[in-house]
């Protein structure tokens, strides 16, 4: 506060409470919905990268499954035209062939997977990359705001006097003592000390 600017009355400061109370809820919930979003690109991206693995792998063996389809099906063609006790041999490979049928299937569906997976990703970084633009402008529009100054100094400096942030913000040590509270009540920083009148010790929380 400047020498030529009149204190703030307690109802001004009373007026200003609900709306600080507003922005920090404002912000908090962007920075739980981002944390959220990151959480949900990154186990995305994982499942991406395990699918696109997976699907390298399964490729290979649909390529040798295709040849060995093949050769079953030329085997149990040249089978069906044997004597009667073949059958059992045919029963099993006609089984065989009916599995190897469906791990086909399956690699089938791994590549619809693999696509619905980037199209998730593709819809969570839009997603993300609209929450980064509120929350830059949010910053913009809190940065000239007192208890935001004091948490960026507290972060910078990691931890701080009573005094030395009431200095740093130009304001009485009451008035930075009870910013102090609203930024602690809101969980952001520490105020350390039993002796909280006099010129405690004032930190980040961890």
């Known amino acids: 506060m400047s020498e030529d600017e009149p204190p703030k009355t307690p109802e001004v400061e009373q007026e200003e409470e609900p709306q600080i109370k507003s922005t920090e809820i ?13 959480e949900q690109l990154s186990a995305a991206n994982n499942k991406v990268k395990q699918l696109e ?23 149990n063609k040249n089978l069906k035209s044997t004597e009667a006790e073949n059958k059992e041999t045919i029963k ?26 980037k199209k998730k990703i593709e819809d969570l970084q839009k997603e993300y990359k609209k929450l980064e633009e509120e929350m830059r402008a949010f910053q913009k529009i809190a940065e000239n705001e007192p208890r935001f100054i004091i948490l960026k100094d507290l972060q910078e400096f990691g931890e701080m006097r009573l005094n030395q942030v009431s200095m740093k913000a130009g304001v009485s040590p009451a008035q930075a003592k009870r910013w102090l509270e609203e930024l ?20 980040v929380k961890k």
């Open 26 to 38: 404002i912000a908090s919930s962007i920075g739980s919905e981002l944390n959220d979003i990151k």
């Open 53 to 75: 693995a997976d699907l390298a792998s399964k490729e290979e063996n649909t390529v040798m499954l295709n040849e060995e389809l093949n050769s079953i099906k030329d085997e």
């Open 92 to 117: 099993d490979l006609e089984h065989r062939l009916s599995q190897k049928e469906l791990e086909i299937t399956r690699l089938e569906g791994s590549v619809e997977d693999l696509s619905i997976a």
């Open 184 to 203: 602690e009540r809101a969980g952001l920083i520490e105020i350390h000390g039993e002796g909280r009148d006099s010129n405690p010790l004032v930190s």
